[in-house]
């Protein structure tokens, strides 16, 4: 659907345009222009700066399933939240995004999708102008990330997200894009994502998305995010069964997440360098697929053995990971629906963080609570190697006995990577498994991708800038 963004009040003639009136009394409600009321929001308020974008989300949502054609939501009206809580300038960010976000639908197949809406967010001080500029590039492109993760793999293959990175780099400044196919792969031994892409060919068959960002070039300091890009996943030959497979088409969320998060900080001018890979396959099953108990030899020099080809997650970004040496990065942090573990622990309130490096956990954590995309932490140790023992190789990918602990060993197995390529000590892992679809009703989004990561990355970056 089409959603427009204004910062002027006056609304096309005949549209009916609603304003969200919450003075100290609670409820606020939804009124008209002509002065009826549409909806009455049970809006609870809490302590935190995430109610504005939450009422805002949930105002929205109202709107839009009243088919309004259009919403007017006035900074004025926050006025009974504690304003210390926040600049005006993130007022301005936390309403545009919310807005953005609460307005979604994926409705591109539909013959009769949502009509067009218009959002005006009203308010004079120049800096929550500023603000909404920017939490309109966030929240356009967490929208967009969402789209191109509930998009079904008949659709967005390997071969479609490569060219969705070519045509970002075409359109926004300072990006450069190379994918990296069959032979690509193979010169550079990137074994683990040529096996699990095996048993798909053609637009499906394996790649490497590179995407190079540099918004500030006078500056060494690069890092590099990795997004696990499995756009089915089927478990290969260790298949998933039916009831657990729908919807696995969104087991690429991390990539698409990267991907957005490139394109955000391309349009926000972000004073930074990063570099954004993107593993991409699809875990499909064909005589050629790989199999329970192969040994897979790495560039990393690191042999794996495969108990689960359903654990194929871990593999693609352990070759990335190594591949992210060549950079010598600042910092490297992956990003992965990754396992079902993490969603059992976490619920969908949080997506896990895991890293050894303190000052890097703070910093995601706070970028998630800036941006209203959450984490926490979970444990990441040499306690966890005995999941992954094997006989036969260095390492084996999934643990044999029982799911317990399956994020935390999962986690081992990539820091595994990184200590490899040297760069253990500044490496983070988040698992957005708990937050790839939106149940948790609070959110006040719609079903399907919460778009997890987009938002927090970009809060990551934007706190990293130098002048
Ligand atoms: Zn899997």
């Not at 002509?34 to 805002?56: F, H, K, M």
């Amino acid at each position: 659907m089409q959603i427009e963004i204004n910062t002027s009040a006056a609304p096309a003639e005949g549209v009916a345009v609603v304003s969200l009136t919450m003075g100290s009394e609670l409820p606020a409600s939804l009124v008209r222009t002509d002065g009826i009321a549409v909806s009455e929001l049970q809006v609870n308020i809490g302590a935190g700066p995430w109610e504005v974008e939450r009422v805002v989300r949930q105002a929205v949502r109202a709107a839009v399933s009243f088919k309004l054609p259009a919403i007017q939501l006035n900074s004025a009206d926050f006025i009974m939240l504690d304003r210390t809580l926040f600049s005006e300038r993130s007022l301005g960010k936390m309403m545009a995004r919310g807005a953005l976000m609460g307005a979604y639908v994926f409705d591109d197949y539909l013959t009769n999708g949502q009509a067009p809406m218009r959002i005006n967010l009203i308010g004079d001080d120049e800096a929550f102008l500023a603000g909404v500029q920017e939490g309109t590039v966030i929240g356009q492109c967490v929208n967009e990330a969402r789209t191109l993760s509930n998009t079904p793999a008949n659709i967005a293959t390997p071969a479609e997200l490569a060219r969705c990175a070519h045509k970002m780099a075409a359109s926004e400044a300072n990006i450069t894009v190379r994918v990296l196919e069959d032979q690509g792969l193979k010169r550079e031994d990137l074994n683990l994502i040529r096996a699990v892409g095996r048993g798909a060919r053609g637009t499906h068959g394996p790649r490497l998305i590179v995407i190079e960002y540099s918004g500030k070039p006078d500056n060494d300091i690069q890092d590099v995010i990795i997004g696990k890009g499995v756009c089915y996943d089927t478990g290969g030959n260790s298949m998933k069964s039916s009831d657990n497979m729908p919807g696995m088409h969104r087991d690429k969320s991390g990539g698409v997440t990267v991907l957005k998060t490139i394109q955000a900080l391309s349009q926000l001018k972000a004073r930074v360098n990063v570099v954004g890979l993107i593993p991409a396959v699809e875990n499909s099953v064909d005589g050629d697929s790989y199999r329970p108990d192969d040994i897979i030899e790495t560039a990393a020099g690191i042999s794996v053995e495969v108990t689960n080809t359903d654990a194929e997650g871990r593999l693609i970004l352990a070759d990335a990971l190594w591949y992210a040496k060549r950079y010598c990065p600042d910092t490297v942090i992956d990003i992965a629906t990754l396992t079902g573990a993490a969603h059992i622990a976490l619920g969908d309130a949080y997506s896990g963080v895991f890293s050894t490096n303190k000052t890097l956990l703070r910093d995601l954590i706070t970028a998630g609570e800036a941006g209203f995309d959450p984490l926490w932490e979970l444990p990441l140790g040499p306690r966890y190697a005995h999941y992954l023992r094997s006989t036969q190789a260095d390492i084996a990918n999934a643990c044999m006995s029982g799911k317990s602990g399956g994020a935390s060993s999962a986690a081992w197995f990539l820091h595994r990577f990184a200590e490899k390529a040297g760069f253990a000590e500044n490496y983070a892992h988040l698992d957005i498994a708990p937050r790839m679809v939106q149940v948790f009703p609070d959110e006040h989004l719609a079903p399907g991708s919460m778009g997890a990561g987009v938002s927090l990355f970009v809060e990551y970056f934007l706190s990293k800038q130098t002048p």
